[in-house]
């Protein structure tokens, strides 16, 4: 196991939340973990995001590429520099728990929908993130309730994938995101850099029927294209 200095260490052995203790446990034993690792051995579907916990706690992570076992290039992560803890914690020593009263805040002011999906849902279903990726922005204070957002789980997912496979995950320019549809889906100029604009529509409980149909009478063979045949020829 590759030595590190004891601030570091005592920093990894303060991590007791059991996903990103797990990460920083198979990291120390073997030098770096897989997505495939993360997936097979932990059933973490979601790699990113339990990386994304380690990260959280201001311990530095590297992402590089390795081939796989059947020769596919995957991630890989193992541990930065111990020196660049200080850095990260100078901003925060790990990322603040989002309070009860800042999810209730916001559901006061918008309602009980996701951001994204704009579709009503149960409050306890609803999660609470940052507009910009703590990861670029750092914390904000949770009176400032504009930096924030509800999602559902999917679209908290769909958001972190993005995110995190964006150009400006390394660049960690601010105003970049704040013209991101991911970040402001109420007016944004670009998609994770990309010059698109999104409609999300959900189909739930009885609805799904309608889509079905809606896609078996257009002929088409995604939900998508059925939408943008019926808005060309309408239009």
């Known amino acids: 196991m590759m030595e590190y200095p004891k601030e570091f260490l005592d920093l ?6 059991k996903r990103p203790r797990t990460v920083i ?10 997505s495939q690792e993360l997936k097979d051995i932990y059933g973490y579907n979601h790699p990113p995001r ?19 076992a059947d020769g596919r290039s995957i991630a890989a992560y193992k541990f930065g520099d111990p020196k660049d803890v200080k850095n990260v914690l100078s901003k925060v020593a790990g990322r603040t728990v989002l309070s009860k009263a800042l999810k209730q805040a ?8 996701c951001f994204i999906y704009l ?23 949770e009176k400032d309730i504009e930096y924030f957002m509800l999602l ?19 660049k960690k320019e601010e105003s970049f995101c704040l013209k991101c549809f991911w970040a402001h889906p109420e007016d944004y100029e670009h998609v994770a850099g990309r010059i698109e604009k999104v409609i999300s529509i959900v189909f739930t ?18 939900a998508q294209e059925t939408i ?8």
């Open 50 to 68: 339990a990386v994304r916990d380690v990260r959280e706690y201001g311990i530095p992570l590297i992402t590089y590429r390795i081939s796989g």
């Open 152 to 170: 559902s789980p999917s679209a908290n997912r769909a958001k972190s994938w993005t995110c995190e496979h964006c150009e400006n995950w390394e």
């Open 106 to 113: 916001l559901i006061e002011k918008y309602g009980s929908k």
């Open 25 to 34: 446990q198979h990291i120390l034993k073997n030098g770096f973990i897989t």
């Open 119 to 141: 579709e009503e849902m149960d409050e306890a279903t609803l999660q609470v993130d940052h507009r910009i990726p703590y990861e670029i922005g750092g914390e904000h204070d």
């Open 205 to 222: 409980g009885d609805e799904i029927e309608d889509f079905n149909k809606l896609i078996e009478l257009s002929g088409e063979k995604t």
């Open 12 to 17: 990894l052995e303060s991590v007791t939340a």
């Open 228 to 235: 943008k045949k019926i808005l060309h020829e309408y239009l």
